[in-house]
């Protein structure tokens, strides 16, 4: 089983997004019984709050719940867990390494890395533009599933 766990500052709009989207795809691709999906925060600013509502209403435009799912904190611990623990954005793999306690089995990547763009997962948390978030979700969770 491949474990992966997508991180961003708050757990409400861009690492739940990538969650949900890779557990729709993987779904599609009847490959889900192979993978273990969750998200989770580098701070502890939104712990216990449900996704984000724009986030959430972008999700169901594409056919996508997120119902139940609540931020919580990424710990030292889930490094040993997970095959993978991707980061939306260059601050968030940061703070991913210092939380860890560093990377030496080389499992913290960027989202975008996938595509063979590195760069920022656009943060709909400072733009609102939800939209631009899916896209750069979709491709990146698209392009991973493909490399899996």
Request: include cysteine; proline fraction near 3%; glycine fraction near 8%.
């Amino acid at each position: 089983m491949i474990k992966i766990l997508f991180v961003c500052h708050g757990n409400i709009c861009r690492s739940p997004m990538a969650e949900f989207v890779m557990k729709d795809i993987v779904a599609k691709a009847g490959r889900s019984a192979e993978f273990e999906i969750a998200s989770a925060a580098t701070s502890t600013e939104e712990l216990g709050n449900p996704v984000y509502p724009p986030a959430r209403a972008k999700l169901a435009e594409h056919g996508i719940g997120c119902a139940g799912k609540t931020a919580r904190q990424l710990t030292r611990a889930n490094y040993n867990k997970y095959d993978l623990l991707i980061g939306m954005d260059s601050a968030n793999i940061r703070n991913m390494t210092r939380i860890c306690g560093g990377d030496t089995d080389g499992k913290i990547r960027l989202l975008l890395d996938y595509i063979g763009q590195h760069r920022d997962v656009a943060d709909p948390w400072y733009t609102r533009d939800f939209e631009a978030t899916w896209q750069d979700v979709l491709a990146g969770c698209t392009a991973l599933l493909q490399q899996l």
